[in-house]
């Protein structure tokens, strides 16, 4: 899936938003619902419908006077393909996966509905749930039967809300948790080859670039940051590399690791190496890998950003992350059991590596750094995987769009930005990617940077 790369990502709408702020208040409580509450059971999850009310999050156009917009549903429902997921399971592709994999039904199977809706188990569902929401308002931000009612009348705080089954959805950290469960994977779902095999496209991910590309249903303005923490697209980016990385290793050295047959599971290798045209090569060493040719190999694109992201900020770590991918790589040619041993030393770096980085408050001339030792690898033509090209461009974006905050110039920023579009349009095709010309642009991207 290379659609993002198109829709050049949208402003956040905290840029423009300067918005009058008075107390929430008239939103009909649905009393049907809060009746399902009862302490001692499990957090229930009540539907969207519960959250759709005109008062609530579905009136039709934003409130200005409002704190929050109140068109939340309009947005999801409308724009965002949370909304669809479940339809997808129903239409022709959905069910052609499902097919060739032998499945009765896309739209019954756990195998898709546990990252394609909201598929808790019966005893969390409340009277109006319904699982063809797809993924709804609770799945991300919780089940609501605990404290709908002090939220429609709004004397609880994000606190006490938070205490009792709202999620943190703010915080970078559990964002990243909350989205690579379905982006990525998690214990109890994951895209494995077979299922890619049948057509399901590959994932792809990056914390900060999937914040924005979420149409907005919130606007991070003056009352906002009175009530949250607005983390920088730095930070987002770089606690969201961490979680990837952390999360993509924890599942290999899990069973999901392997595969069929003794092989290892490929969709933790790079698709490419193994799909791609026999009639262009492009085998290339890579000092990051120290791999010989005509091996697959472990997709490290999470990997290669931190090592480079460490390299502006902490050298020491940088060679450890460097050392132990290496080591990695390298174990992988030998035994599943060999990989596994390497992947957990990686795991110890990257505890070291989660604790500098989370909620660490990055200077302006931190983000050039980062950003300039990002673009110097993809010139020394370190990513040659597209996945690993794909990353260093989401990467560079969001960290361009850290810039002006942090006291960058607006000229410099547009010639950045040309720039990045540049590098987007050289991964356009990622059957067509051409390592070469990819580290030719990076190398006048870091001109640029001068
Ligand atoms: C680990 C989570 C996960 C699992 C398991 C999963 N999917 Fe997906 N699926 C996704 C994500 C995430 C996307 C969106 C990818 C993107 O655009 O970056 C997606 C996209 C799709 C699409 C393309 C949607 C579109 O709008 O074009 C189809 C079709 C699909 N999945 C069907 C299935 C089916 C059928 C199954 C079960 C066999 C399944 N998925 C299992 C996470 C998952
Ligand atoms: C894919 C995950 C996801 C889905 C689905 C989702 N949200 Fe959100 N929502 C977020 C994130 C991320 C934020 C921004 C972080 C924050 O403010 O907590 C947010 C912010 C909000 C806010 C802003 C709160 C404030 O403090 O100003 C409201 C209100 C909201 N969402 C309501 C909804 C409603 C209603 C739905 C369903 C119609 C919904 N969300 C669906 C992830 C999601
Ligand atoms: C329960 C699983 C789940 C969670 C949690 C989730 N997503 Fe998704 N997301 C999906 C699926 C499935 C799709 C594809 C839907 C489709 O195209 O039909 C998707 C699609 C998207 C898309 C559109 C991608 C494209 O190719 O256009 C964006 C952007 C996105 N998600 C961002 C996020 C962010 C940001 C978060 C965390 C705040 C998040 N998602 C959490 C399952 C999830
Ligand atoms: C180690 C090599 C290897 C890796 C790595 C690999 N694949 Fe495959 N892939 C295969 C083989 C072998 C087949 C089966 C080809 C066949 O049946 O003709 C296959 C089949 C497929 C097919 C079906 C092709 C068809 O013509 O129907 C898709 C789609 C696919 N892979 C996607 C991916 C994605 C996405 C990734 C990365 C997440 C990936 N593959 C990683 C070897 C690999």
Redesign the pocket.
């Known amino acids: 899936?290379i659609?993002?790369f198109f829709?050049s990502r949208a402003r956040p709408a905290y840029r423009f938003s300067v918005m009058l702020l008075i107390a929430v208040g008239g939103c009909l409580m649905q009393r049907a619902a809060l009746s399902e509450d009862a302490a001692s059971e499990p957090a229930k999850y009540l539907g969207v419908v519960t959250c759709s009310g005109s008062t609530c999050h579905g009136a039709p156009h934003p409130l200005v006077d409002s704190k929050v917009n109140q068109n939340e549903f309009i947005t999801w429902h409308r724009d965002?393909?949370?909304a669809?997921?479940y339809?997808?399971l129903l239409e022709e592709k959905g069910q052609r996966i499902a097919h060739n994999l032998g499945l009765d039904n896309a739209a019954t199977a756990s195998e898709c509905l546990?990252?394609?809706?909201?598929n808790a188990p019966e005893a969390q569902r409340g009277k109006r749930f319904q699982i063809a929401d797809?993924?709804s308002c609770e799945?991300?931000h919780g089940p609501a039967s605990k404290w709908l009612g002090t939220h429609v009348t709004g004397e609880a705080s994000r606190a006490d809300n938070l205490k009792v089954g709202m999620y943190p959805?703010e915080e970078p950290a559990a964002?990243a948790k909350?989205?690579l469960?379905?982006?990525l994977g998690a214990e109890n779902k994951f895209a494995t080859h077979r299922i890619m095999g049948a057509g399901h496209p590959r994932l792809s991910?990056e914390?900060d670039t999937?914040?924005v590309?979420?149409p907005a249903h919130f606007r991070t303005d003056a009352d906002y940051r009175s009530r949250k923490r607005v983390a920088s697209h730095v930070e987002t980016w770089a606690v969201g590399q961490s979680a990837a990385a952390a999360r993509t290793l924890e599942l290999f050295i899990s069973q999901k690791g392997q595969g069929a047959g003794g092989l290892p599971e490929f969709a933790f290798f790079d698709c490419h190496a193994c799909h791609h045209p026999l009639t262009e090569l492009r085998w290339a060493p890579r000092a990051s890998a120290g791999l010989p040719p005509g091996v697959p190999h472990f997709n490290d694109a999470n990997l290669l950003m931190l090592i480079y992201l460490m390299r502006a900020t902490d050298a020491q770590l940088a060679d450890e992350l460097h050392a132990g991918l290496l080591a990695l790589h390298k174990a992988s040619l030998e035994s599943a059991d060999a990989a596994r041993t390497a992947a957990r030393s990686v795991q110890a770096t990257l505890g070291k590596i989660d604790s500098k980085i989370r909620g660490h408050a990055f200077t302006a001339d931190e983000t050039r750094g980062i950003l300039t030792s990002i673009v110097r690898g993809g010139r020394d033509g370190e990513y040659r995987d597209y996945a690993a090209a794909e990353q260093a461009v989401m990467g560079a974006h969001a960290l361009v769009d850290s810039l002006p905050a942090s006291g960058g110039d607006a000229a410099k920023t547009a010639q950045l930005n040309a720039q990045i579009k540049t590098l987007y349009a050289v991964l356009k095709d990622e059957n067509a990617y051409q390592p070469a010309r990819f580290s030719a642009e990076m190398k006048t991207f870091e001109a640029a940077l001068q």
């Open positions: 899936m659609r993002y829709s965002d393909a949370h669809k997921a339809r997808v546990n990252c394609h809706a909201n797809g993924v799945t991300c959805t964002r909350l989205c469960a379905c982006h991910f914390l999937f914040t590309l979420q």
